[in-house]
């Protein structure tokens, strides 16, 4: 009978030598309970002892043995959760007859699986993990025991429990014999004990999980995918509700999910590897692994974080047709229910969401048409990427718009995973948009949308920002303006938020200078009138532009030349405000129109534009930018655009610290004697100034001819349009105040009437100040020749007229040549005063006509003639009430005939004409009135 009921497949293990009479004696005990020879009941160790003795000696009692086994585990389990809630005083307690009978009863088990693992392990695992299950539900609630989630403490306290610990030692070495052959029925057993008694057993799973981590991970799969196979699983069972009818799959989520902290690698490993040996194979149970995987994804969002990047990359053109032809024999009903299931899965994971995307539409449309070497992609396979990127989309609209919009007493809304992983890969997915790569750039543009208002405010503004600054042709920028229409839809308007954000990217310094040009040249496009009416494309985006103009007028000096054109262009083309001149735009505009003129680095027709357009902001605002145009054009480097020189060093460069002191003697006394050849240091004494280096090139910085007309055209051209802004008297007006403060500030605000020439001599050194700042400045000549086209505004320039004038007149006295030619520039200042001054009607015709005779006279005939002109503005002064306005005309017009005879100012003039009849014969006629 013995050997009839040993296990089969192997020998028996050794037993004791006990006769027929003995074994019987030990059955009786351990039935009753009571000593065979004394009839006294026996105690608890020695019953245990006994049911040992069984499980040796008698392998049909080895059922009865371990039942009772239990008890001795349970008790031992029971003292130490008493000892460990009240440790008793003093030092620790021996040991107790229970635990010698408890580790009696490890070392005899190990011994028998260790003889026979085939036979024993399977059952031992069993009743051990069983055991374990049972004790751990038992006492969860007990004094002392952690909650389940609180993993490590659990595991330290059952560890520190002498019986779990021999459990747990007894399984350990069941399943360490079975390894190698067949661990499937250790693993059963547990998985079954972790769906009957889980999370209390979980401390179980994670000990054993790390100790044999490969066994694990393979056959807990392995036996997850029986399982499913068994209960019905397929592509059908794939998302419903398979933790219910699948019931070892929720242990298995969770044995993995124990293991995934320290073993992700492996369990990454065996989740590709069964997903790819199960493509392509007949088995039945292999068919089953993807919708077996995709359940596993819904159950442990983990689990899918952690291999769904490596899945992605895996998926090459020959996987993808496996893939299909796998699929391809599913019904239609069932494979809709795994694309559903996928879509799912996709919307709710956040693990390498960009790198799904781009896979998603390099699939379903890829960007070129020449296909890469290799194996071709079924077509099947595009249609099926495609249809599920079109539920994807669809799937994420509607958890974004069904999102509830919370007040600011309310939770936030919850965020959807797949996007809020896109949320920090804004920018890329712009850029990728704006390749306009077939049928792609719709749904890159719907997605971008969708994660706009999903991270709303910022992210609408985000992705608005970099559309505008990535885009570089009309078509890329046209994308935009079409996000910007559909946000505005569902959310409040978030252009100013973007353009918020440009500026202070801008400021912050994060754009490249390419593509901050690019940036402005956007918005300026953006801004351009569209129809006849010449209303902004974009009024909105103007509104919000406006708001930042001194921020965007800070670009006009930047050193390079791009971004201070599209600067230009851009606040050209921006709404101006009905507001102060300095607050519209600082004076950095009129500066940079010289500083683009000086560097030749872009066209003016868009500084003509900004400047007119701030001219016609109010009167004050023309007023501001012709005094700040006239200001910039005779200061500093910028007077060399129109054959000036540069100024000398103003109070600034005074207040600066000199540079040191530079003795020759003292540098002389440095170098030792010797000859003075050439070639040596005394040879270069003339090349600078010791301590200031070389002296500056003479005529280094020299413009043609044809470009300094040029530029004093421009220069005028552009006072004329600013003038349009006002009247223009009162254009004129501001030219000429302007002037004045420019060339001799300290005698602005002077009285207009022409002093004697007596009171001239008090002013010799303001009148040669003013001399030499026409000769550094050309332009003057022609700017107050501007300044004479609106009479009376001349009269404001009485001043320099009177400075110029006794200049000229004391040089013309002083000159000893015999020909005004001698003088070049005195005889053009000359001509060009004396014309000045009939131009602005400060002259009768007959006077303002001499200044034709001036080259073909001597010097002192010169002087005559300018003394005559003094003397007739001094009775004649320069005064704004001798003009009168005729409405007919739109002008002002000074009649000469109210001042009395001209005759006798015309005397020297005659006699100077009698005098030279033989050479200005032709000219006489035109000096009689």
Sequence with gaps: IMALCDPPGAASPPRPPLSAQELSQEVKAFLSGLDPVQGTPLSPPAHARCALRLLRCLPPARHAALQ??????????????????????????????????????????AELVAANPRAWAPGVAAWASELMGQLSSKYANGPGVPPP???????????????????LDIYSQCLAAMVGSCPDACVDALLDTSVQHSPHFDWVVAHVGSSFPGTIISRVLSCGLKDFCAHGGGAEAAGAAGDKRVPKIASVVGILGHLASRHAGSIKQELLRMFHESLGSPREHHKATVPFLLQLALMSPALLAAVSPELVDSLKPPVLNQLHQHFSAVPRDELEGVVGVVVHLLCHTSAGALRTLRFLLATAAPASVITAPGPALHEGVREACERLLQLLLLHLQKLVHSRASASPAECPARPVPFLEALRPHVRELCQDTLRLERRRCLWQHQLLALLAVHSAPHGAAEALFHLLALARTPEELALAPQLH???????????????????????????????????????????????DDGEARDAALGAALARHLPDLAQLLLHPRPEVAEAACRLLAACPLPRAPPRTCCPPRAPRAAFAGCAMGRCRAGARVRLLARLSAVSPAAAKAVLAQLVEGALGGRNAELFGGSAEPPGPEAAAAPAPPSASLLDANRRFPAGLATAGGVWSVFHAGVIGRGLKPLAGGGRRSAEELNRNTQTFLSLLLRCCRGSGPAEAAKAVAAALVEAVCPEAAGAELAWPPEELARATVE??????????????????????????????????????????????????????????????????????????????????????????????FEVHLLLLSVWGYLRENSPLPQKFTFQPELGVFRRDFGRDGDVSKHLAVLHAVLHRNIHRLGLLAARFYP
């Design 149 to 167: 989630a609180s993993l490590n403490e659990l595991l330290q306290l059952w560890m520190a429990c002498p019986a779990t610990r021999a459990l």
């Design 68 to 109: 009772h086994l239990r008890g001795l585990f349970d008790e031992q389990v029971c003292q130490h959760l008493l000892q460990r809630e009240s440790p008793a005083p003093g030092p620790a307690p021996k040991a107790t007859p229970g635990s010698e009978v408890l580790q009696e009863a490890r070392r005899a088990l």
């Design 766 to 859: 303001r009148d040669l100040r003013i001399l030499r700042r026409f000769r550094q400045h050309p332009l003057l000549f022609p700017l107050l020749r501007l300044v004479a086209g609106g009479r009376p505004a001349l009269c404001y320039c009485s001043v320099l007229l009177r400075g110029l004038l006794a200049a000229l007149v004391a040089h013309w006295d002083a000159c000893r040549e015999p020909s005004t030619g001698a003088s070049p520039w005195h005889l053009r200042a000359s001509c060009a005063f004396v014309a000045l001054l009939a131009e602005g009607s400060l002259l009768p015709p007959v006077l303002g006509n001499m200044h034709e005779l001036f080259p073909e006279l001597a010097p």
């Design 485 to 531: 229409a559909g946000l505005r839809a569902v959310l409040p308007d978030p252009l100013p938020a973007a353009v918020a954000a440009a500026v202070a990217q801008i400021h912050a310094g994060r754009l490249p200078e390419p593509q901050l040009a690019q940036l402005l040249r956007n918005l300026s496009l953006l801004l351009q009138p569209r129809g």
